[in-house]
């Protein structure tokens, strides 16, 4: 079983995504919020093993924060950015701080959960 947190702010889109994941049996959704600080708070708590984290999330703080701020906390999580195409340009410093997997937004099940099976694969759970 894989635990995974979501995280976008918009609650239409997050609902999408957990429609898909709840797909697979193997996937366990610990939480769900709207903002990258609010990722960060519920972190210890929630104890996922993948965060999936949209591109453009709101709440205070800038994606490259977030993602340094999640890794110095729980150094082996996993991150999956969701990037739609007006946020492409993020995906390059994204990367070089941490971040494991993209998947291009709209949500779909045939982008989604490839990516979560793999990530599982390397976290052995």
Do not use: W
């Amino acid at each position: 079983m894989i635990n995974v947190f979501v995280v976008d702010d918009s609650e239409v889109a997050r609902g999408m995504l957990i429609r898909i994941l709840k797909g697979d049996p193997d996937v366990n959704i610990v939480g769900e919020v709207g903002t990258g600080l609010a990722s960060i708070i519920f972190l210890e708590e929630k104890k996922p093993d993948v965060i999936m984290l949209e591109a453009d999330i709101s709440g205070g703080m800038k994606l490259v924060d977030v993602v340094k701020e999640i890794k110095k906390l729980a150094p082996d999580i996993k991150i999956v950015l969701c990037s739609d195409s007006k946020t492409t340009d993020l995906i390059i410093p994204a990367s070089e701080i941490g971040v494991d997997q993209f998947i291009s937004k709209p949500y779909v099940k045939h982008k989604v959960l490839p990516v979560i099976r793999e990530l599982k694969k390397q976290l052995k759970v």
